[in-house]
């Protein structure tokens, strides 16, 4: 059998604003816990990066064969830019996307369109 993916996956964008300052310094601790639910999630994870600025954030990005999750961190604005894309169907990047919320514990979360228009959730 071979596989096909479908015409449509699903794409989960949003910025966490407010959260738990542990995470928006040091990409070890986020990578380790991401890596893991991924892999609970039976996402194929083909490669982890990431990129430490100056003065401080980082980029943390898993290249994955079903698509991508990119984490962007804003310590200046006690911030974290989420994007997780998933062409394995509809709400299949939602377990992941709910799991980091409850360990980031973000006090807003602004959601962003296809179009990157933001609407904002005021309920994380």
Known sequence: MKYQSPSVGQEISCVMKLVSSKFLLEPR??????????????????????HTFEPHGFT????????HLAIHTYPEYNSIYFNFYSCRGP????????????????????????????????QP
């Open 29 to 50: 601790a986020l990578k380790k816990i991401l890596k893991q639910k991924l892999s609970e999630e039976n996402f194929g994870i083909l490669k982890i990066t990431s």
């Open 60 to 67: 943390l990005f898993f290249l994955l064969s079903e698509s």
């Open 91 to 122: 709400a299949d990047a939602e377990p992941t996307f709910k799991f980091i919320k409850e360990k980031l514990k973000p006090k807003e979360i602004l959601f962003l369109r296809k179009d990157k228009v933001p609407l904002i959730n005021p």
